[in-house]
């Protein structure tokens, strides 16, 4: 009867270290699935982090677009009026020079 009283106590022990083994594995396990869990989390605020950006780059552009047509515009307003002036310049040239003629 010792002898299996032994074996008995053996294998409770046995049991014992697998369970103590178990429990080790599934602590390693939650705080794996938890990493992972932040991984994500992380990864989902870069991934909108980086929509924001090319959201931002395509106003820039378009704000970059609007700017160089102003500048255009800006550019052709300075032309026409240079024009302006000259003509003006001219004419009154030539008014001096009828003036002068009087």
Known sequence: M???????NKLYEALDELSETINKSREALD????TINKLHEALDKLSKTINKLYEASDELCETINKLYEVSDKISETINKLSEVLNYSAKSSKNLYKICKVV
């Open 2 to 8: 010792d002898k299996l009283s032994k074996t008995i």
């Open 31 to 34: 705080n794996l699935s938890e």
